[in-house]
């Protein structure tokens, strides 16, 4: 409930801040659901290419957005 008010006043005051928050949000909740299941688990990450891609190899990167994709091969 608290990352739901915090990403809508972000998603108010502009959208690469409110995009990189829902990404975050979206790589915390794998990491949760991963963690939970245990060490050796797998996930099957159902989303737009545009949040799985490298961002940095694109315009997104250099309005500075990020996207799961990287945060996860990261990780």
């Not at 990404?23 to 939970?36: G, I, K, P, S």
Request: aromatic fraction near 6%; charged fraction near 20%; glycine fraction near 6%.
């Amino acid at each position: 409930m608290a990352a739901a008010e915090v990403y809508y006043h972000t998603m108010c005051e502009g959208s690469v801040a409110s995009w990189n928050l829902r990404d975050t949000h979206m790589f915390e909740t794998l990491r949760a659901v991963t963690a939970a299941r245990g060490v050796d688990s797998n996930a099957v990450v159902w989303a737009h290419n545009s949040h799985l891609g490298d961002a940095a190899a694109t315009e997104m990167g250099m309005r500075s957005e990020i996207n799961i994709g990287p945060l996860c091969r990261r990780k």
